[in-house]
Structure formats: C-alpha cells, structure tokens
C-alpha cells in the first residue's frame, strides 16, 4: 500500500505555481520522497527527490517539513504541458527498490 | 542517449493465447523493473532485475507471468495463457544503482 496521501485533484491556472502537497507522516528515516509524474498515455516521469533537505532542480522544487512528515512539490511556473497526474512516493534507497505507486494528484493547469 | 523502449506499443489477443512484451533499458543501467496499471487502478510494481538475476518478483500476479533478462540487457514479459484481468498497460524501468527510475511508453495489452 502507499505510505502516502494527496489530494485527487487541483487546478492551476497557467504562469502561476502549482503546489502539490503530499503527507507522509510514517516515512521512515531512511526513505525518501520521489515525486513523479504520468502526462497521458506516457510512462512515469521522475522529476525530483530528497530526503530531508529542500531541492530544485530545472523542473521543480521539493520542500521536505523540519518533521519530513510532509511535502509540497512546486512547478513554478506551471504551463499546459504540466497537467498531468502528479506521484508523492516514498522509497528505501538501497540496491534499487520498487516504486509504490498511489493514486496521485491530477493537476490541470488551465489558460 | 536513447531512453527505454518497448514493443510492441499495443498488442490485442484472445483470451488463452501467449504474448511476449519486449523491454530495452537504457544502457548500462543494471536495473531493470515491469510494472503494470490494469484498467481503472494504480500502477503496480510486478518485479525487479539486477543484471539477469531476480533481485524482488514479490508483485508478480501468478505463474502465468514469467520474466526474463538473458544476459542482464533486455527482459521479456511472457504472458501464457492470458486471461481478460491481464489488460492493462505494461510499462518497463530502468535505472543506475540507486538513481531515478526511467519509464519506458509502455505496452498496451488487450485480451479479449
């Protein structure tokens, strides 16, 4: 099961940022958190990770809470290429490991 | 670089027959992952190579699914027989030791 929870939904209007939210309040000290992202009919996207320290990268930025019980991934600027159904995973960083896939967010970034 | 690749992109059967999907991993990455979103749900690890060897098959469904990597570069998915629930969308991964995941398209599969 997925140790994480977001919102179903959220709506963004284009240029402006969109913050996705993510609790994780049984993430271990060892795990990290992942975002990806599915735009339609692709594979999975990754787009960022950390583990206890905030994170930008040309994509996004990850902000991880002092407690790491929660998380907000900012895309920006958000334009129309950006809807897509956004994955908070949390993940044991060793040889590999599985990802765990919930039900995500789906953002529409509208004009 | 090329990225992940699989084939076919769709593939639509009858219920009963056999179907192989094809993963190519980016080079040099020895990790190698199958995952699959059946209609309506989320997307499920099946299982985990590193170089030829079965590192995590705990998502395989049954042993209907058999996966293979000879030589540790690209695996196949062998469904046999399949059934209706095996319809779905079959995405491939793959990554350096420890590093982000790269997804491959994906192989749509239809059982009818």
């Known amino acids: 099961d997925a140790k994480t929870t977001q919102p179903t939904s959220m709506d963004c209007a284009e240029g402006r940022a969109a913050n996705l939210p993510c609790n994780h309040s049984t993430i271990s000290g060892n795990e990290y958190v992942y975002w990806y992202r599915q735009i339609h009919s692709q594979g999975p996207q990754y787009i960022i990770h950390g583990l206890k320290n905030n994170e930008t990268n040309e994509m996004a930025s990850l902000i991880i809470t002092e407690d790491r019980k929660s998380s907000t991934l900012i895309l920006p600027h958000a334009t129309l290429r950006d809807t897509a159904v956004y994955y908070c995973?949390?993940?044991?960083?060793?040889?590999?490991?599985?990802?765990?896939f919930g039900q995500g967010t789906e953002l529409s970034v509208k004009p | 670089e090329a990225g992940v690749t699989q084939f076919p992109s769709h593939s639509v059967i009858e219920k009963g027959q056999t179907v192989t999907l094809r993963c190519d991993p980016i080079s040099g990455h020895d990790n190698l992952y199958w995952y699959r979103r059946v209609m309506g749900k989320e997307i499920k690890f099946l299982l985990h190579f590193v170089k030829e060897s079965k590192q995590d098959e705990s998502g395989m469904p049954n042993n209907r699914f058999l996966a293979e990597r000879t030589g540790g570069t690209y695996s196949t998915l062998k469904v046999q027989p399949a059934e209706l629930e095996d319809s779905g969308v079959y995405f491939c991964?793959?990554?350096?030791?420890?590093?982000?995941?790269?997804f491959g398209p994906g192989t749509r599969l239809t059982v009818l």
């Open positions: 991964a793959s990554s350096q030791v420890n590093n982000e995941q790269f």
């Open positions: 995973i949390v993940r044991v960083v060793y040889q590999g490991g599985k990802l765990i």
